[in-house]
């Protein structure tokens, strides 16, 4: 049982662009997002996150918008640069337990 | 301030034959987590520790996987025998326990042939 689903595993936006990548959940008791980017051969790098008492939170270019009666949140990129291609998962909690991840979506940026 | 630190980062072992991974925390991160990624999917828990205590290992295989977290600080994941399945990246995360965010090591790419 899949509680956290990335549906797209990958995406290509051009440099400049807006790169949306979504994530859907099932379990209506996690309290807490989080967005990761893993580069190959490293482990992930917290990028951003946001409690499930908030719609939305911003750091820099990257915004992550919380829909929770969808069970659905999505992390915006503002301008895409090539640097930011990497996979990107998609992870929630409930109560500082363990984080249940998504599949990954691989994000290509292109000059 | 330092990262999560992990050795080794990668290990080729025949199937059968033991390995063991250690994971040093952020200083101060009380809970710890050992994670394991199969290619194509996301980190699955395996084992999580509130300074040197078990807080959740219902998805570990005890059976042939151990961990140990004896001073409250740095930690070992065993895996005793290793089967063909075990290959994986084995990533070790840290949490200041008063805030939510996991921050990972580097993992260990572990390859049962």
């Not at chain 1, 790098?45 to 919380?66: Q, Y």
């Not at chain 2, 980062?9 to 991160?29: D, L, M, T």
């Not at chain 2, 075990?86 to 008063?98: G, K, T």
């Amino acid at each position: 049982d899949q509680q956290v689903k990335q549906n797209s595993p990958s995406l290509s936006v051009q440099e400049g662009r807006i790169s949306i990548l979504n994530c859907d959940y099932t379990n209506s008791m996690f309290d807490y997002f989080l967005w990761y980017k893993k580069y190959p051969a490293e482990g992930p790098t917290f990028l951003i996150s946001i409690s499930s008492i908030k719609d939305k939170n911003e750091d820099g270019r990257f915004t992550v918008f919380l829909n929770k009666s969808a069970k659905h949140l999505s992390l915006h990129i503002v301008p895409s640069q090539p640097g930011d291609s990497a996979v990107y998962f998609c992870a929630a909690s409930t109560g500082f337990q363990k984080l249940v991840f998504g599949t990954g979506t691989r994000l290509l940026v292109s000059p | 301030e330092a990262g999560v630190a992990q050795s080794p980062r990668y290990k080729i072992i025949e199937k059968r034959q033991s390995v063991a991974f250690w994971c040093n925390p952020i200083s101060g991160h009380a809970t710890l987590y050992w994670y394991q990624q199969i290619l194509g999917q996301g980190p699955k828990l395996l084992i999580q520790f509130q300074n040197n205590g078990v807080v959740d290992d219902s998805q570990l295989p005890k059976d042939r996987f151990s961990a140990e977290r004896l001073k409250g600080v740095d930690s070992t994941l065993k895996i005793q025998p290793a089967k063909l399945e075990d290959s994986a990246v084995y990533l070790c995360a840290s949490r200041d326990p008063r805030v939510e965010t996991q921050y990972f090591g580097p993992g260990t790419r572990l390859l049962v042939l």
